[in-house]
Each structure stands twice: as C-alpha cells, then as structure tokens.
C-alpha cells in the first residue's frame, strides 16, 4: 500500500492567498484525521471525518479554515485567507477503527509570508 | 480539561535503558499510544495500551496505570536511529480525539 498521501509536500505563499491542502487516505480507512503541528503546540488535532462525514471539527481554529472530504478517497483543508501564524506542518492521518493506530502522511510544510 | 504530560527532552548513550514518562489527564479515556517522530518526518506507531500493564514489543515496552493516569516508554539497548521525538497519546471515550502531548525529545550519543 502507498500509505497517506499529501500534497504539496512543500508550500509557500502570501499573506492573504487560498490555500488548499491535498490528501488521500489509505484504502479502505473510514476515519480522517487533519492535524496541526508546530513547535508552540505540538500536535494537534483540526477536524475528525468517519465515514467521508465531520464528525468533530472543534478543533479548526477559525472560519478561515474549512475541510471537506467528497469521497472515502480524497480529502482537502483549506485556508482562506492565510495568515502567517498559519505557518505549520499540515499532517493527514487515516485509520482503520476506533482502536486501532492512525497512519500518517509525509505532511506539508506550510510557509506564510 | 485534557492534558498530556511528558519531560520535553531526555538524553542518553548508546546501549543504554532509557524511560520516558507520560501523565495524562482527559475526559473519558479508551487507551494510550505512543508515536515516534523523526526530524522532518510523520509520526510513525510504536504502541497502544488499553489495559493495565506491560506491553514489550522487541526493544521496545509501554506500560500502562489507568488509575494513576500514567503510561511509560522503554527503550533498551539504545542505537543512535532511536534520536527522535516520542509522542505520547490518548484517546479519549469515544475515539474520535487522540490528544498529543507535545514530544520528548530523545538524543542519543555514542
């Protein structure tokens, strides 16, 4: 299996642009995670999807960040307008169950200028 | 509140034990995970425990007190790849949260 895949991998871009985050589940996963880290806060969880629905989104920081998640395949988080205290590592992460582990992707690395 | 506890850095020499501590304190509680994390890198599963007690997985073990709110890490005979940071985790009730705590950075030396 390829694993969790995010793209980009690497973003930079200006204060006040869309961003929009990429990332595909590993096969057969019903859960979704969007996470957050920096070295402030460490890791924390965005928005919760179960079944391609948001089931927990307490976590998105504000109405400039929304997530959607159209199929059991395909996720995006997007930031509108990016602000440079955005600046993080984006991490999507895919699970199989409720107790079992979650999977990481590689992660994007975004830059607000 | 929730709130995930453990020492921000630890040191240590290779060939050497080394136990890194997690306290932990969430509304509703349904296991305990432990990540490892390389500079750079995603988080990669190292452990979960539900029950009390040890779980020993090669050099690696966690154990687990629920009452006491308290899950460690252990490492033996250390090698210079296990340099990382390691997350401790819990799951609350209804597992839709895995609260973080914010890493213990593990250096090792030769």
């Known amino acids: 299996d390829a694993g969790v895949i995010q793209s980009p991998r690497h973003e930079v871009t200006e204060m006040g642009q869309e961003v929009t985050l990429r990332c595909k589940p590993i096969?057969?996963?019903?859960?979704l995670f969007w996470y957050r880290q920096t070295m402030m806060r460490g890791l924390e969880l965005l928005i919760y999807?179960?079944?391609?629905?948001?089931?927990?989104d307490s976590g998105m920081p504000e109405d400039r960040f929304s997530a959607k998640m159209p199929n059991a395949s395909f996720s995006t988080l997007k930031i509108q307008p990016s602000e440079p205290r955005d600046s993080a590592v984006y991490f999507c992460?895919?699970?199989?169950?409720?107790?079992?582990?979650?999977?990481f992707g590689p992660g994007t690395r975004l830059t607000v200028t | 509140g929730q709130n995930i506890d453990q020492p921000t850095e630890m040191t240590a020499t290779e060939g050497a034990i080394v136990q890194i501590n997690c306290t932990y304190q969430t509304s509703g509680f349904n296991g305990l995970f432990w990540y490892q994390q390389h500079a750079g890198e995603a988080p990669t599963f190292l452990s979960y425990n539900v029950l009390d007690g040890l779980e020993e997985k090669g050099r690696f073990s966690s154990f687990l007190s629920r009452s006491k709110g308290y899950s460690y890490l252990l490492l033996k005979e250390l090698q210079m790849k296990d340099s990382a940071s390691y997350l401790c985790a819990a799951l609350n009730q209804a597992g839709t949260a895995l609260i973080f705590g914010k890493g213990t950075t593990l250096s090792v030396s030769s």
């Open positions: 999807f179960n079944n391609n629905v948001p089931i927990d």
């Open positions: 992460a895919s699970r199989l169950a409720v107790v079992y582990e979650q999977y």
């Open positions: 096969s057969g996963h019903n859960s």
